[in-house]
């Protein structure tokens, strides 16, 4: 086969292990925590959850010690933090039950989730797919996985964020309104999930801007930090 051009090399994730973690796909789940459903004007009661996609080459690898770098992005004026936990998929499977859901992981991840904030409300207002503001390359900075294998799962556990040291946002992992299992059993519905997916699994409250030059600190109890400044 000659191909028109090279194949783009696949976005990898460092692992806690030395191994690189080839990712396939991103999902991520609008509103999971309450506090952050009625910050944002919504209702928190358990509708069933609802999800958005993002590109693999949004996922920015990890680096030695955990500190990137993230370009502010074009066309926004209101960037926005949203500190995730991130689930990596390591076995694929389609309408996987809540029970057996835990199975299909691979490992965990502290994660953030990008938002030009302004772009999103204007798609809101206009009901059109919120792309534009969510699917943002470099903005989902991801730290290390760390694999289920001799750490087990993660039920509960503080989950913050810091900018230049100042705390915006807090939570704890149990406060989600879906548990994994549940997002993941949901989403295999729509989706046959692959060895390689990231699932983004929702924010706490607290979201607001970050400018050039920023630090963002973002921890979850268990689990290795991600440092992220704010590029040019």
Not at 166 to 172: I, K, L, N, P, S
Request: net charge negative.
């Amino acid at each position: 086969m000659t191909e028109v051009f090279p194949a783009k090399t696949p976005t990898y994730l460092k692992t806690t292990t030395g191994q690189d973690f080839p990712v396939n796909r991103v999902f991520c789940v609008g509103r999971n925590y309450a506090a952050h459903a009625r910050e944002m004007g919504a209702n928190p009661d358990r509708d069933p959850p609802f999800f958005f996609t993002k590109w693999a080459e949004t996922v920015l690898n990890s680096a030695p010690m955990d500190h990137l770098e993230t370009p502010y992005p074009p066309q926004t004026a209101s960037y926005h933090h949203e500190v995730e936990l991130v689930v990596a998929i390591g076995r694929m499977g389609f309408e996987i039950p809540v029970d057996g859901a835990e199975d299909h992981i691979w490992g965990y991840a502290t994660g953030l989730d990008m938002t030009r904030r302004d772009l999103q409300g204007v798609a809101k207002k206009m009901g059109r797919p919120w792309d534009t503001g969510k699917n943002v390359e470099n903005s989902c900075p991801t730290g290390r996985l760390q694999p289920l294998a001799g750490h087990g799962h993660i039920h509960a556990g503080a989950i913050s964020l810091q900018v230049n040291g100042e705390t915006r946002q807090t939570g704890d992992i149990a406060d989600m309104i879906w548990s994994v299992p549940e997002v993941i059993a949901d989403l295999s519905k729509f989706y046959t999930l692959q060895a390689g997916d990231l699932i983004f699994t929702g924010t706490p409250a607290g979201v607001g801007p970050v400018q050039r030059g920023d630090v963002i600190t973002c921890s979850i109890e268990g689990l290795p930090g991600l440092r992220v400044r704010i590029g040019a």
